[in-house]
């Protein structure tokens, strides 16, 4: 909040009184504070998809008692250093962006979603196509999405080594930013395959975003953990639980707009240790 030099200085007539904003107490100056909440643009960064989201910044303004400024950053990166520069004080980041940003700036994890600690990371193409198996991609287009996505990228790309694919020389690939714009790529054929986070594609399907029939899976890699909700290192603990209790609070049907925005029905506690095999496969790919 920006004050006038008129407003910042309040004079009581009569009195000989002056009050000035800068007095007040500093626990109050705080509690005045929105809470500064970014999302990796995992389904695009766009005023529409921060006011989609509208449900779910108001209800973790309900239950922090904060006013809440929620930003999807032009990209994963910029999610990260918005939390190394104090710009953020949560956000909701992907595996391989949280292990960079734990690395850097020693992010706290907080909750996750319960299908997090066994997501996948589905390779789609079409309908009609030849490609059925990681074998038949060599010599093909394929579309990951943003460089530093772990079910969009990091992943997709360590299955197709371990499967003998080598990405940089079996096949042309693309980056397109994020999932949306990987499966449309997809359906429109523009690439003749692409790599994406489940949820993400099984949303687009649902919600009719994609022609379900003009794409299929086949493939699907071995679970991994994904998605993580984080604090800055240097918030205070009674905000940090409160941002985590809310989403553990989370309940079906009663949350059901929220939980459908966050493509979730249940939240737990995360862990840091969990990430250690995606840590060392973004070390051995050159990702940190």
Avoid: C
Wanted: proline residues 5%.
């Amino acid at each position: 909040m920006h004050f006038s030099p008129i407003s910042r200085t309040r004079f009581l007539k009569g009195s000989g009184v002056l009050f000035a904003a800068g007095m007040l107490a500093p626990a109050a100056v705080a509690a005045a504070a929105p809470l500064r909440v970014g999302m990796i643009p995992d389904a695009g960064a766009t005023q529409v998809s921060v006011d989609e989201k509208r449900p779910l910044r108001d209800y973790l303004a309900g239950k922090t008692g904060h006013d809440v400024d929620l930003v999807i950053p032009t990209n994963y990166n910029a999610t990260v250093e918005a939390l190394g520069n104090a710009s953020l004080d949560f956000a909701y980041l992907g595996g391989l962006t949280y292990v960079q940003a734990h690395a850097r700036y020693g992010v706290i994890p907080l909750v996750q979603r319960s299908s997090d600690q066994r997501f996948h990371s589905l390779f789609i193409t079409q309908s009609g196509s030849d490609i059925h198996s990681l074998a038949d991609l060599r010599g093909k287009s394929f579309a990951f999405g943003d460089t530093n996505s772990t079910s969009g990228h990091l992943m997709p790309y360590y299955y197709m080594q371990k499967n003998g694919i080598d990405p940089d020389h079996a096949l042309r690939y693309r980056f397109t930013g994020n999932h949306p714009a990987t499966a449309k790529a997809v359906e429109a054929g523009i690439v003749d395959a692409g790599a994406l986070d489940e949820s993400v594609f099984h949303a687009l399907v649902e919600n009719k975003q994609i022609d379900g029939s003009k794409v299929r899976v086949f493939y699907t890699t071995p679970p991994f953990v994904d998605y993580v909700w984080v604090a800055r290192k240097d918030l205070g603990s009674p905000e940090r639980q409160a941002f985590a209790d809310a989403f553990l609070g989370l309940r079906e049907p009663r949350d059901g707009a929220v939980l459908d925005i966050l493509r979730g029905k249940h939240f737990v506690h995360a862990d840091d240790a969990e990430y250690d095999t995606l840590r060392g496969v973004a070390r051995a790919l050159g990702m940190m």
